[in-house]
């Protein structure tokens, strides 16, 4: 079985300071993590995503997440936080299927909120 | 290349009535999902087509149903609505070639109130 625990509801920072959201997961077997992003009223982003490449994974707008098997962690960062980053962030495991391009299905965190101060 | 479509945007509905949402995947995608988000449960997965059979379900009850047909355009149908139904209701699709990497676009979602 699969889980993904979002360990902050709400992240508040400054504009211009460093964003960690972090992320634990449980996975029986070889996981594919994500990060999604949703602005209000829309649809969600795909900001990045480990497949066992990389341990450290480079997103789009500046995020990147680092895998950690050891901590089974999947924490998002971004060096300097923008105005536009406010949104709601979601941490995201899947088994990883190789049958019939079958995409399985999603396991969602509950969501981090992060606000943004000017 | 265009993106994931959802029609309607928005929609109001009474108890017990039945509603039909639809999406259509990014051309060539042949994979569908679809998830129920609301602010008490959060984000969770429905079920998923691949080539107009039901590949995956969730913990939903019967009342949820969906279909996909041969373009690929999917339709998610609940019957006998309930308040409790009210959520955004979000479609994704993947290329078959995304094997393990399982990567979904996701469209705007359909914004379901149940009155």
């Known amino acids: 079985a699969q889980s993904v625990t979002q360990l902050d509801s709400h992240v508040s920072v400054s504009e211009g300071t460093p964003v960690l959201l972090r992320c634990n997961y449980s996975s029986s077997y070889s996981p594919s993590l994500f990060w999604y992003v949703q602005h209000p009223n829309k649809g969600l982003q795909l900001l990045l995503k480990?497949?066992?490449?990389?341990?450290l994974v480079k997103g789009i707008n500046g995020f990147e997440a680092e895998f950690k098997k050891s901590e089974t962690s999947f924490h998002l960062t971004k060096p300097s936080a923008h105005m536009s980053d406010a949104a709601e962030y979601f941490c995201?495991?899947?088994?990883?299927?190789?049958?019939?391009?079958?995409?399985?299905?999603?396991?969602f965190g509950k969501g981090t909120k992060l606000s943004v101060k000017p | 290349k265009a993106g994931v479509t959802q029609t309607p945007r928005y929609l109001i509905k009474t108890r017990g009535q039945q509603v039909t949402l639809s999406c259509s995947p990014i051309s060539g995608h042949r994979s569908v999902s679809w998830y129920q988000q609301t602010p008490g449960q959060g984000l969770q997965f429905l079920f998923e087509?691949?080539?107009?059979?039901?590949?995956n379900k969730g913990n939903f009850p019967g009342r949820f149903s969906g279909r996909q047909f041969s373009n690929s355009r999917s339709e998610m149908n609940v019957s006998t609505l309930e308040l409790g139904d009210s959520a955004l209701y979000l479609c994704?699709?993947?290329?078959?070639?995304?094997?393990?990497?399982?990567?979904?676009?996701f469209g705007p979602g359909t914004r379901l109130t149940v009155l």
């Open positions: 087509y691949f080539s107009e059979t039901q590949r």
């Open positions: 995201v495991v899947t088994r990883a299927m190789n049958y019939g391009g079958s995409q399985g299905n999603l396991i």
């Open positions: 994704a699709s993947s290329s078959p070639a995304s094997g393990r990497d399982n990567e979904q676009f």
């Open positions: 480990y497949t066992s490449a990389a341990t």
